[in-house]
């Protein structure tokens, strides 16, 4: 491209070569890690990042009430896609400074603050598992303010999922809750009781499970609920959580698979094909009116090009007299021309009554002017 030539003229194939490799979400994807790690050297770390090339890792926040069923659901989404399960009690159970003070504070019955939390999650997913494999947080953040703070340190998820389901039957659940101490793993006395008879003896009642606590942790849960889906407004999803786990995981695990619409500036390329007397023309010009787009018939833009007495207008001229079909070479060089001006490669077109077959319709891809509609 030429930075001396005016009126700037922008190749077509800038455009198309940018949306087949999403250039703008792979741009936009790079500057934000770097705004948010802030390395040293970041020119080390964005080849760094480069060479990884794992840009679209799992990373979600799995949130609910008392008994939803998050830990067992979060189990078995790590293990369809591979991520890192991270939930505030494994978090504590990392071996740094930073969980020696916070268990300082559990110690002495006072509740962690906010701002340690925030540091625990971050130390933890700058983890090279996280990174590498992504990552599923499972029962944090708690409250709104929790969720700002992370905003604040760029933690910031793909997807918020949040279960739910109705208070008596999260509460019937808890009461029937039996933890396995060697493996952490949940079971339930009624909906989920292991087949090992080694597994049943190990069994034991975790605290706070009474029919009172677990209404009051409701209830605080109600409080922050409704401030928190607020807060991932754009991003989260509510799931009904009083069905079979299995129902439930592959709910989520197509919610948390789906990829949002990208932010990416899109210029639409359309062509409008449709027997004579379908209402191309109309068509064309309503849709060039509602998105603002270039509109494009071919036979009126080669009557134009003859009647600006250009020398391709000249060539043109002797077809049209004589009522036959101007050559295709002739007639791309024209679209090229009207294409690649400035107005169609940053608004965009809609092209109709060419191609009418094949053959043309590979001569338009290969001189670079490929629809996307």
């Given amino acids: 491209m030429d930075q001396t030539a005016r009126p700037l003229r922008i190749p077509p194939e800038m455009g198309t070569y940018a949306e087949k490799h999403g250039i703008f979400d792979l741009m936009q994807t790079i500057l934000s890690r770097l705004l948010v790690d802030k390395p040293q050297d970041p020119v080390e770390y964005l080849l760094d990042l480069l060479k990884r090339g794992n840009f679209e890792v799992p990373q979600i926040f799995l949130l609910g009430p008392p008994a939803a069923g998050k830990k067992t659901i979060a189990k078995m989404l790590c293990e369809q896609m591979g991520a890192t399960s991270i939930s505030p009690d494994n978090l504590l159970a990392q071996d740094s400074n930073l969980v020696k003070e916070a268990l300082e504070f559990r110690n002495k019955k006072q509740d962690i603050p906010n701002v340690l939390w925030i540091k625990l999650v971050e130390e933890r997913l700058s983890k090279m598992d996280c990174i590498k494999r992504g990552w599923l947080l499972e029962g944090f953040p708690k409250t709104r303010e929790q969720a700002l703070l992370l905003q604040e340190k760029g933690i910031s998820p793909e997807h918020v999922v949040f279960l739910e389901a109705p208070d008596a039957v999260l509460i019937e659940r808890n009461l029937g809750k039996r933890v396995d101490p060697e493996t952490g793993a949940v079971y339930h006395t009624t909906f989920d009781w292991p087949s090992n008879e080694e597994v049943q003896g190990r069994l034991v009642e975790p605290p ?58 899109f210029t639409p390329r359309i062509l409008l094909f449709g027997p004579p007397g379908s209402g191309k023309s109309l068509q064309a010009e309503l849709i060039s009116q509602k998105y603002n787009i270039v509109n494009i018939c071919c036979g009126q833009l080669l009557k134009a090009v003859v009647a600006d007495e250009t020398s391709l207008g000249e060539l043109i001229k002797p077809y049209l007299e004589n009522g036959e079909q101007v050559p295709d070479t002739i007639v791309l060089k024209v679209l090229a021309q009207r294409l690649s001006k400035l107005d169609c490669t940053t608004q965009g077109w809609v092209l109709h009554d060419f191609p009418r077959d094949l053959d043309q319709a590979e001569k338009l891809n290969d001189a670079g002017f490929i629809p996307n509609r």
């Fill in 208 to 265: 706070g499970i009474s029919e009172e606590e677990t209404a009051n942790k409701l209830l605080e849960y109600r409080r922050n609920n409704q401030a928190l889906e607020n807060t991932y407004h754009y991003i989260h999803k509510v799931f009904n959580a009083d069905q079979p786990c299995v129902d439930v995981c592959s709910q989520v695990l197509t919610f948390v698979l789906s990829r949002h619409r990208s932010v990416a500036p």
